[in-house]
């Protein structure tokens, strides 16, 4: 078919019966949102009701969503996706998924959208404290994600565990339950404010119980590097990556956990059988405290017993710090980033956009994270009537671990504590081989200073 020979109204309806095709339009004409993300069936269900009413306010756009795993197991499909052009319009992101989205030219440059924001709603954002992690993959302040929503770690302590067995501040069931504040004390074994002091006093007087567990071993490696000041990864002014992770500081800590691990007092994700998470292990009354995102918080409420109480009480803490005066806590959660190709309109990328600040403005990010213990990401969610009342259940009968949560990482003292890690082609393998080295080393498949060597290795190789 010649095209050229074509008069114009014929063209206009070839391109119009294209548009299924092209991914531009679904089989009833709507502008097509794809979204892919990491959410599981409870928050697809809050999803969905966002979505029948964005569809609601604008008929034109529809929406289709699908869960692709963890966030390890989205960056791959999306990095297959993206030479195939079978990439969504949009999905979850970690910052450091997205430079190897910026490196394969896939990633939306999304600085005009943001011009497009009116002061106070671009403020709205900047305030709730997430909004410049989108801005960190060059020095000219391209934005290439922006915040959904946002979690960090807590520790979730078996409160009920420690009173019955005398782990409290006067050593009786009446006491306070003795919470650590900070990792380590070599020098006072008796300081039980320190977690691996206390771990190893439960294990002497309970010696078939593991007292720890750590959700996240990639986690694990970086916040406990950024505690102890250890050199992890850096960057230069021109955005190069550069690897700092191998040295004899971060060898000696790891050493150190190898010993605690040793001695029975922790457990980490990635050495529990099929990957477990440490969060069941928690709720099935076999750990006395996990760390674990907020973002993960309903995996750490217990069952409820005969009488329909909860097994067990469950207070959530501040993670221990090594300096109490400079206190570092991770700060994550699904960002979203947006792809082009030549199979996405520019129709679906100004849909997909709507769609993002649709279910990030006041209502709907307040309404997400009191439905699943993440943060909000807009300044006026927090103010919001709904979130306030749901702050105000704490210390009254309908308080639930949602609302501890809340009111702890609403405190400046977490929020100003937040940290963020470098960013560059590569970093996201970092991440991944650094939390390899705690698994391997704990489970006597490499010594350390093979463990750092590969590790190295593999992460200059992806940076290549």
């Known amino acids: 078919m010649n095209l050229k020979k074509l008069p114009k109204f014929a063209l206009m309806s070839l391109i119009g019966l294209s548009c299924f095709t092209m991914s531009a339009c679904n089989k009833d004409d709507r502008v097509e949102v794809i979204f892919w993300h990491t959410m599981g069936q409870a928050n697809q269900e809050k999803l969905n009701a966002m979505i029948e009413a964005f569809e609601a306010e604008n008929p034109n756009i529809h929406v289709t969503h699908a869960q692709q795993g963890g966030y390890t197991d989205i960056e791959a499909k999306l990095l297959k996706a ?67 929503s946002k979690s960090t770690e807590v520790l979730f302590v078996n409160a009920s565990w420690l009173k019955s067995n005398g782990f409290t501040d006067d050593g009786t069931i009446t006491g306070n339950p003795l919470i650590p504040t900070k990792w380590e004390n070599n020098e006072d074994p008796n300081d039980l404010t320190a977690m691996f002091n206390l771990c190893r006093a439960i294990k002497k007087k309970h010696p078939t119980i593991t007292p720890f567990g750590y959700d996240s071993d990639d986690n694990m490696y970086i916040t406990l590097s950024a505690q102890y000041g250890i050199p992890y990864t850096s960057i230069d002014a021109e955005g190069n990556g550069s690897i700092d992770f191998d040295n004899q500081q971060a060898k000696d800590l790891v050493t150190r956990l190898k010993g605690y691990y040793d001695e029975g007092l922790f457990v980490t994700k990635g050495v529990l059988p099929n990957n477990s998470y440490t ?119 309908k308080e639930d671990l949602f609302t501890k949560v809340a009111n702890l990482t609403v405190k400046d003292t977490i929020k100003n504590a937040y940290f963020f890690s470098p960013v560059f082609v590569g970093s996201s393998t970092a991440r991944q081989e650094c939390g390899g080295i705690i698994t391997q080393v704990l489970l006597d498949n490499k010594t350390v200073d093979k463990a750092f060597k590969d590790a190295k290795t593999n992460t200059i190789f992806a940076m290549e």
């Open 82 to 148: 993206i030479p195939a052009k079978t990439t969504p319009t949009m999905a979850f992101c970690y910052p450091d998924h997205v430079a190897n989205y910026i490196d394969a030219k896939a990633a939306v440059k999304l600085n005009s959208y943001v011009d497009a924001m009116s002061a106070e709603e671009l403020q709205d954002y900047k305030d709730a404290g997430f909004w410049d992690e989108g801005a960190s993959y060059d020095s000219e302040g391209s934005i290439y994600s922006v915040p959904f």
């Open 279 to 397: 969060s069941t292990k928690f709720t099935k009354e076999e750990l006395i405290f996990s760390v674990g995102s907020t973002g993960g918080t309903s995996y750490n409420i217990p069952a409820i017993d005969s009488d329909g109480n909860y097994a067990f009480d469950v207070q959530v803490a501040p993670i221990p710090q090594y300096d109490a005066n400079n206190p570092k806590v991770i700060s994550q959660g699904p960002s979203i980033t947006f792809f082009q190709n030549s199979k996405i309109s520019q129709e679906q990328m100004d849909a997909s956009w709507k769609f993002y600040r649709f279910i990030t403005n006041s209502n709907n990010s307040a309404a997400y994270a009191i439905f699943t213990g993440y943060e909000p990401v807009c300044e006026s969610a927090y103010t919001s009537s709904a979130y306030v009342a749901h702050l105000a259940k704490l210390g009254t009968e």
